[in-house]
């Protein structure tokens, strides 16, 4: 798309009148499925799912049935609402088939939406909505989750959301913006590419070599991105890893000591925006959140671990919407020596624009791209590169 047709797109999306959006995040799930009162099936047993049952219970509206992919659990029953295969449902139900709100929508997941929902189409059911339509309806209960929340919240940040947009560097990068805030707008998955086949924060279409990298890898779970590193071919002179879960800097030391390479190091530690201590969730693997939680571990900062003698060239960051707070604390390191930067974007709505308008503040030589390594929207990624460091030809494009 031309870049002028996607600016006017961008200003389509941002020009809707709010009692319009707001009729939208009221009003979708009636109109894609009808009362909740009627017969209702849930397609999707995991998180989302059991989120969802949770609230249609408390409502006095719970589902007749899951219906789920996985034939494990086919012939169990999640809080004495039972588990079907799609198929299995439809050939025992008699009379109209009742509506279905999607709940699958995983990070963990490639497939897109519209490879999700076809196959229900195909077997008859006619009214389906997502799991994000009832989100819009009942936010107190279910929003914020992810970048997915009150579409009424993107209308807030307009002026913010076009200055990051005119930051990015490339076409492909600005598409993707734009789509992502249609999508934070509409909830239409078509607009939301499949996953990017480049590697995730190391390929050379992001950035270019350095012999002599330091690297910080903050939120380094159990060595997989050190693999990654690795993988890529790119040589480094320190490899830092910082894992704060008890249970994942264990998995973490066991793999750099399977590696067995001089200058990877391990760390247990939280990077934020002060010295001290914080909370974090021991039990949600590589989904851990920092300031919330049942195991205490101690904090730093960047700009605290370059002034004791490291001073990373690379870092990357994901560490599950922690990702301000631990670029504030290297807000000296990065306006000062310009570390090249991937950033996940997707823990939080507004995300996908306050911390590229962040990092631009802190250090205004950056060059920004975009880039999507799983589908539906998770593990968006931004890259932020010195000048110097970018390729000769650079794009997020598949």
Request: glycine share 6%; with cysteine.
């Amino acid at each position: 798309m031309h870049a002028d047709l996607i600016s006017q797109r961008l200003e389509r999306l941002l020009s809707e009148p709010l009692e319009s959006v707001r009729d939208r995040q009221a009003n979708t799930l009636e109109r894609l499925i009808g009362s909740l009162d009627g017969p209702l099936v849930l397609f999707g047993a995991s998180h989302l799912g059991r989120r969802a049952l949770a609230l249609l219970k408390e409502l006095g509206c719970p589902p007749c049935a899951f219906l789920d992919n996985n034939p494990a659990l086919w012939g169990q029953s999640i809080e004495s609402v039972p588990v079907f295969s799609p198929a299995q449902f439809v050939a025992q139900y008699t009379g109209e088939l009742p509506a279905v709100i999607c709940t699958i929508w995983s990070g963990h997941i490639h497939d897109c939406m519209a490879d999700r929902l076809m196959p229900l189409q195909q077997l008859g059911f006619q009214r389906i909505a997502l799991f994000g339509h009832l989100a819009w309806r009942y936010p107190a209960q279910l929003l914020p989750h992810y970048c997915m929340d009150l579409p009424e919240h993107v209308l807030e940040e307009t002026e913010a959301i076009r200055r990051a947009f005119a930051l990015l560097d490339d076409q492909p990068s600005r598409q993707l913006f734009v789509d992502h805030i249609e999508w934070r707008l509409h909830l239409n998955h078509d607009l939301l590419p499949v996953s990017s086949a480049r590697q995730i924060y190391f390929d050379a279409s992001f950035s270019t070599h350095f012999a002599d990298e330091v690297v910080f890898d903050l939120g380094a779970f159990n060595g997989d991105t050190a693999e990654g590193y690795l993988a890529s071919g790119r040589s480094f002179r320190e490899y830092h890893c910082f894992e704060p879960v008890a249970r994942n800097f264990a998995a973490l030391q066991a793999t750099l000591a399977r590696l067995a390479l001089p200058g990877l190091y391990a760390h247990r530690l939280a990077v934020g925006d002060r010295r001290g201590e914080v909370l974090i969730e021991a039990g949600n693997g590589p989904s851990s959140r920092v300031g919330m939680g049942d195991e205490r571990v101690p904090m730093t900062t960047l700009d605290d671990l370059a002034a004791q003698g490291t001073r990373p060239t690379f870092i990357k960051i994901d560490i599950e919407g922690f990702e301000p707070q631990c670029l504030a604390g290297g807000r000296k390191l990065i306006s000062e020596h310009q570390p090249l930067i991937a950033v996940s974007v997707y823990h939080e709505q507004n995300h996908l624009w306050r911390i590229a308008l962040q990092l631009h503040n802190y250090n205004g030589a950056y060059r920004f791209r975009l880039c999507p390594h799983v589908s539906d929207g998770w593990d968006l990624v931004l890259y932020a590169v010195p000048a110097d460091r970018v390729p000769a030809i650079s794009s997020c494009e598949p």
